[in-house]
């Protein structure tokens, strides 16, 4: 019998194949008491497996196919840190020589007391880091057991499938085969999740949050993944066989389409001309976008490169000039948006780890951090002035919520300048300087902040959180997630009035601009500047290219009397029905 399964749309695509289910393989944890010639012995066996770790690590980014990726590199560098922390190591030695049990057995019990602390979190995003930590508990055990193959050999997939499982471990993902794997499916999982972002990295589509799957489905179970939508169908009809088939067809035939209209135009039918930017983390993803000719880099989040070093310090001065010349060099015409960092929440740097938060994401974070650890502040800033000299770079700071705020920040900027100057170090002087509008303060003090700032852009996940009052990664409150929501549209239309009146050049940089059926009402609503994912630059060029925008203000009109969300997402896909209709297949 045919069931219809709603979940979480992680991953874009769709796929029909028959059921793997996925189980990682678990080991059996041994416990024993040492003698005490043993323990030595015991604790140089420790350091080698974690030696090993590191080793099968270097492998994976070596050998998979997202080794250039710099999201994957990011995260395994996750993982070799825990393996380089001292703290981590001493207590495991000490453990060793106090209990006299062996290193299995302590290491488990290390591990479940770390991922219990990440559990009881009230971040959101540091109880998504459970995954990682396990990971790394299962590689090191299933090194210390010798297993044959090694970790990351976990699944004996010989045929093509969709994957159902639980949850899935990043090492799990890193190792899928592209052409075995038609597409993944857990209970589990949100979108920020490590896994979640290396299998939209990797190009699987995927459904998460998808409850009572594995109750359902068996081994070779039919099943067809709607990735667009966070549709599942177990046991399908040959009808909507037949229905999806015709949609997987078109998938992949118009692979050649797609990356021949990447080199297309952001003009809608009706001749309007929209900025398509991208959103970047590393010198690599700004190669990536300029290959996908985007119009320059829309946001560039600064703080991942500090992320993704394996250092107690942070990045000199030097080393970010280099790296923030190199990116602008990538788009030599174009406008590069450079975010100063947005630390905090789950992007710490070790010397920040120590203070603890009730409430992270609300708390001392991005801009707020920044003016209160002024050196980390006045180095980013002397290095971004300095680059500024090889290309079109504009300034723009993360999570401002006051005017007061933006002064402090303004004001070092000018103290930045004085002291280059005084130095006589060569830089650029009339940088543009902007602000997130991710906060509601600063959506309803737009009007003020306007007269202080070149440009604003719009960054809808924050927006949509704050606003809404929601976990976004709590299963138990997502589906009260939702970036098309009255309020969160009435935020946007706001500022976008304001930077209209003002005369404030404006973006929007959130997941939002991603979403093929918002895209035509954003460019209703006024928005003529997008930036998205590499990935995503494509599909977004495609709508705008479909999309009018007399039509699309007449859509926007109607969003705006409609009362609930449910009607406003079905007048978007009646809309997006209509402009692909359009289209010669």
């Known amino acids: 019998m045919m069931k219809r399964l709603l979940g979480t749309a992680i991953s874009n695509g769709i796929a029909s194949s028959k059921v793997f289910l996925c189980n990682e393989r678990e080991l059996l944890i041994p416990s024993y008491i040492l003698n005490d010639r043993e323990i030595d012995d015991e604790i140089i066996r420790f350091h080698d497996a974690c030696e090993v770790a590191k080793q099968e690590l270097k492998t994976i980014k070596k050998e998979s196919i997202l080794a250039s990726n710099s999201k994957m590199n990011a995260i395994l560098d996750i993982q070799v840190l825990m393996l380089h922390d001292s703290e981590f190591l001493k207590t495991i030695e000490t453990n060793v020589k106090e209990s006299k049990q062996n290193v299995e057995f302590l290491l488990s019990i290390y591990f479940d007391g770390l991922m219990?602390?990440?559990?009881?979190?009230?971040?959101?995003?540091?109880?998504?880091?459970?995954?990682?930590?396990?990971?790394?508990?299962?590689?090191?055990?299933?090194?210390?057991?010798?297993?044959?193959?090694?970790?990351?050999?976990?699944?004996?997939?010989?045929?093509?499938?969709?994957?159902?499982?639980?949850?899935?471990?990043?090492?799990?993902?890193?190792?899928?085969?592209?052409?075995l794997v038609k597409g993944i499916i857990l209970e589990h999982g949100g979108r920020t999740s490590h896994a979640a972002i290396l299998i939209r990295a990797m190009g699987f589509p995927a459904v998460f949050n998808v409850e009572g799957i594995l109750q359902i489905v068996d081994e070779h179970t039919p099943i067809i993944l709607d990735g667009n939508e966070g549709i599942v169908i177990v046991n399908p009809d040959s009808e909507t066989e037949s229905f999806y088939q015709k949609a997987i067809d078109y998938q992949i035939n118009n692979t050649e389409y797609y990356e021949h209209l990447s080199e297309e135009p952001s003009i809608t039918k009706d001749g309007v001309r929209i900025t398509l930017r991208a959103n970047a983390q590393t010198l690599a993803d700004a190669i990536i976008a300029a290959q996908m000719h985007a119009e320059g880099i829309g946001l560039f989040r600064s703080e991942f490169v500090f992320l993704a070093q394996e250092r107690k310090i942070p990045l000199s001065e030097e080393d970010q000039f280099h790296l923030y010349k190199s990116i602008l060099e990538v788009f030599p015409t174009e406008d590069v948006v450079i975010r100063t960092l947005d630390l905090g929440a789950d992007k710490s740097l070790p010397q920040f780890t120590l203070y603890q938060e009730s409430n992270p994401l609300l708390g001392w974070r991005a801009t707020r951090l920044c003016l209160a650890e002024k050196e980390l502040f006045t180095n980013q800033l002397r290095a971004l002035y300095r680059a500024a000299l090889y290309g079109n770079l504009k300034i723009m700071f993360p999570f401002i919520s006051s005017e007061s705020e933006l002064r402090e920040v303004l004001e070092i900027t000018r103290k930045v300048q004085d002291s280059l100057e005084k130095e006589q170090i060569p830089f650029k002087k009339n940088v543009p300087i902007g602000i997130m509008i991710e906060t509601p303060s600063a959506v309803l003090i737009s009007e003020q902040l306007a007269h202080f700032v070149d440009f604003f852009s719009i960054g809808t996940n924050d927006l949509t959180q704050y606003t809404l009052a929601v976990d976004r990664d709590n299963p138990k409150v997502a589906h009260y997630y939702k970036p098309i929501h009255k309020s969160i549209l009435k935020l946007i239309q706001m500022t976008i009035d304001e930077a209209r009146i003002s005369k404030t050049n404006l973006s929007l940089c959130g997941e939002l601009a991603t979403d093929l059926i918002a895209v035509p009402l954003l460019l209703g609503m006024g928005l003529r500047e997008l930036s998205v994912n590499p990935a995503s630059l494509s599909h977004v060029k495609e709508v705008i290219r479909l999309t009018e925008i007399k039509e699309a203000k007449l859509l926007a009109d109607n969003v705006f009397k409609t009362t609930r969300t449910s009607e406003i997402v079905e007048l978007l896909k009646e809309y997006r029905e209509k402009i692909f209709a359009r289209k010669n297949y």
Do not use: C, F, T, W
């Not at 090194?143 to 899935?168: F, R, T």
């Open 116 to 179: 219990q602390k990440l559990e009881n979190s009230k971040n959101p995003l540091m109880r998504e880091r459970i995954s990682d930590v396990k990971d790394l508990l299962h590689r090191i055990l299933h090194v210390l057991a010798e297993v044959k193959g090694g970790y990351y050999q976990l699944i004996d997939l010989d045929e093509p499938a969709i994957l159902v499982a639980q949850d899935m471990s990043p090492s799990l993902v890193m190792n899928l085969k592209k052409d």
